[in-house]
């Protein structure tokens, strides 16, 4: 048998080299990139307990390459074909977010590594998006947009043949793997030319600036990369230092001892020059930079109390500045507990259970005794890293880049069947994955103490 690669090793080599072209076609994030490493820097220098913490979760390794990035594409065929593409670098679809609740006429999904060893190896994740054109009333509209991308090829041979290897042997060597690396690349390149005419452009983009972002292109341009902070509101603070205009406010959870989920800024999009097929100039604004501060994966019941505070803050946070708007997020989230011993024993958080000193113990672990070991000090429970994303968090980066519109009218039209009938498989749901880890070290520690 011929040797394959690991698919992480694909994905690793990856997310360097997307991380390489995004910095060339975009210089403001390798600015960003070295702001973040040196806050991240100062933060571990500043908190060796952090640093303690995080050597121990293995979580220091990678830091440096965490990363995610986004692409919206336009049709069914596209995203099926990606779902294709991400498998060969063990990248699957995870999650469903509705977009249109927000006023975007998109719904996604996130492709990302599922298993532990894969996400410690490189969790590098999409965000994927695909146009709902069904959304558009303007018939005439939707018709022409349709038309476009319909003509339109993202892939270029050689990946589709490499797709196709992979599948049908079970792997890439690692000359194929390079090969499948370089080529993969180019569907998300950014192409300054537009493959419509000034007209067509504008007459899109006044319905939603989303749609002529994804119908007007020859693909799916990679819009963002984000490296991992370990300090948000300091890289916020620092950005126009460095000559960045940092996005108004972070968006999800405020700042706390035991970060919950994901916060989220990103640096505004760059206005770029665009040649029409019509020789027409013009701009365009899609690209930007973003950056993310993760914390622990929260149950559906602190999910359920998370999205209920995020409501009652978002009613008096509108139109407020950075430092206002996280002081009001703070006191309304004095509601959510910020102990590790509470998020706990309130079943608020996922976490991973690991034995520290198994001297005198035998009998089998029920959560009863769980809760006696944790307080005893032999085990240890660490809070599981949220590895997805946040919709409402999600729609304030979309429209901070688009102009700030958010059109109501595409409210309520969550369709996760209609999703997964375009993909071609269904996606996993990230809550599943979490419950399946803790309770995996669950029943690894009923082993240990058990064998
Ligand atoms: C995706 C925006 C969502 C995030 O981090 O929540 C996103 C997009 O603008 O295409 O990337
Ligand atoms: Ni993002």
């Known amino acids: 048998m011929r040797p394959y690669l690991d698919p992480d090793e694909i994905r690793d080599r990856f997310s360097k080299a997307m991380s390489d072209m995004y910095q060339l076609e975009v210089p403001q994030y390798g600015t960003l990139l070295k702001l973040v490493d040196a806050v991240n820097r100062e933060t571990l220098d500043r908190d060796p307990d952090l640093h303690a913490r995080l050597c121990d979760q293995q979580e220091l390794a990678r830091l440096r390459v965490e990363r995610h990035g986004a692409i919206r594409v336009g049709t069914a065929k596209e995203l099926a074909t990606l779902r294709r593409l991400f498998a060969v670098m063990g990248m699957f679809p995870v999650g469903y977010y509705d977009l249109s609740e927000a006023g975007v006429p998109v719904h996604a999904t996130a492709f990302r590594p599922m298993d532990d060893a894969a996400l ?267 590895e997805d994303f946040l919709p409402v968090s999600a729609a304030g980066i979309f429209q901070s880049n688009l102009g700030g519109r958010s059109d109501h009218s595409y409210e309520g039209n969550a369709n996760q069947a209609a999703f997964e009938a375009a993909l071609g498989a269904e996606v996993t749901s990230e809550l599943d994955l979490y419950a399946r880890r803790e309770q995996a070290s669950i029943d690894r520690l009923r082993t240990e103490l058990t064998g």
């Open 120 to 386: 410690k190896r490189n969790p590098f994740r999409l965000f994927t998006s695909l146009l709902r054109l069904e959304l558009i009333e303007d018939q005439a509209l939707r018709a022409r947009a349709s038309d476009i991308l319909e003509k339109r090829q993202i892939f270029t041979e050689r990946a589709l043949e490499l797709i196709t290897i992979f599948e049908q042997q079970g792997g890439l060597t690692d000359t194929e793997a390079d090969q499948f690396v370089s080529e993969a690349l180019e569907t998300f390149r950014w192409h300054q030319q537009a493959t419509v005419d000034h007209a067509t452009y504008q007459a899109l983009a006044q319905e939603h600036r989303l749609i002529a972002d994804v119908v007007c292109f020859k693909g799916p341009h990679i819009n963002h990369l984000t490296p991992r902070t370990l300090d948000i509101d300091e890289v916020q603070r620092r950005m126009p230092d460095v000559g960045i205009t940092p996005k108004d406010v972070i968006e999800g959870p405020p700042r706390r001892q035991w970060p919950i989920l994901l916060r989220q800024t990103s640096f505004k999009a760059l206005e770029e020059s665009i040649d029409f097929a019509d020789h027409h100039d013009g701009t365009h604004t899609a690209r930007f930079g973003e950056i993310e501060q993760r914390g622990v994966a929260l149950t559906p019941k602190g999910r359920a109390l998370y999205d209920r505070l995020l409501r009652t803050a978002r009613t008096r946070t509108e139109g407020l500045a950075n430092e206002a708007h996280q002081q009001v997020l703070a006191e309304v989230f004095e509601a959510f507990p910020d102990d590790v011993d509470t998020l706990h024993r309130e079943g608020l958080a996922y976490f991973d259970y690991h034995l520290r000193d198994r001297a005198g113990l035998s009998g089998p672990v029920n959560s009863d005794t769980l809760k006696a070991l944790i307080e005893q000090n032999i085990v240890r429970a660490e809070p599981i890293t949220y």
